[in-house]
């Protein structure tokens, strides 16, 4: 069973879809209860992160996921505003806490100063740098991205890169900690695979 965590921020019925398409029992839940009873969790958003921030404090949902993840080693796959939680700290609407699971802070992309449109929305190459999370999938595949600010990491960390602009990171792993700045459960075939390899411990 995968827990879909759900702060009432962004589109998680999209991930329930995915996985249901891939026959992958899971729940969609705000429950601390439903991360303690689930195998793996997958964490989406879209949104704010100072917002989705305040939301993890206030419901307790924060230290269950820290809990969960760090001693338990339950595998998390953040998405998109999920994937950005999982760094210390971001700096969307103020300075706040992340989950602390992903050494790093959340900034505004420097798009804007080579003249490109934020939010970045749309399909982008992906440089996967052999992490594992991208096995069976081509190198520079596409994957679709809908935001305005990155993760910089703090430290030895794998990651993979895409551009926009510049670079910046478009998935990242430690141990049973998984991101991934691109949605893959609207990414097609590409996307539905990499979803494929996290249900099956391929990271």
């Not at 338990?72 to 999920?82: D, T």
Request: hydrophobic share 40%; proline share 2%.
């Amino acid at each position: 069973m995968i827990t879909i965590i759900d702060l009432g921020l962004g589109n998680v019925n999209s991930v329930m879809r995915a996985l249901n398409y891939l026959k992958v029992s899971n729940r969609v839940s705000s429950e601390i209860s439903d991360l303690e009873e689930a195998e793996k969790l997958i964490f989406p958003g879209v949104g704010n992160f100072f917002e989705a921030s305040k939301r993890l404090e206030i419901n307790g949902m924060k230290q269950a996921i820290r809990e969960q993840v760090l001693e338990l080693g339950k595998p998390i796959l953040g998405i998109c505003l999920g994937m950005q939680l999982l760094a210390n700290e971001g700096e969307e609407g103020g300075i706040s806490k992340g989950l602390g699971l992903i050494d790093g802070r959340v900034v505004r992309m420097s798009s804007e100063k080579v003249g490109l449109r934020l939010p970045h929305i749309g399909w982008n190459d992906v440089s996967h740098r052999n992490l594992k999370l991208f096995s069976g999938i081509d190198e520079n595949a596409c994957f679709y991205f809908v935001h305005s600010y990155a993760l910089e990491l703090e430290g030895d960390v794998e990651h993979s890169l895409s551009n926009y602009g510049t670079d910046f990171v478009a998935a990242v792993k430690k141990d049973n900690i998984i991101g991934t700045q691109f949605h893959p459960e609207k990414s097609q075939k590409d996307g539905l695979k990499l979803l494929t390899n996290f249900v099956n411990g391929v990271f």
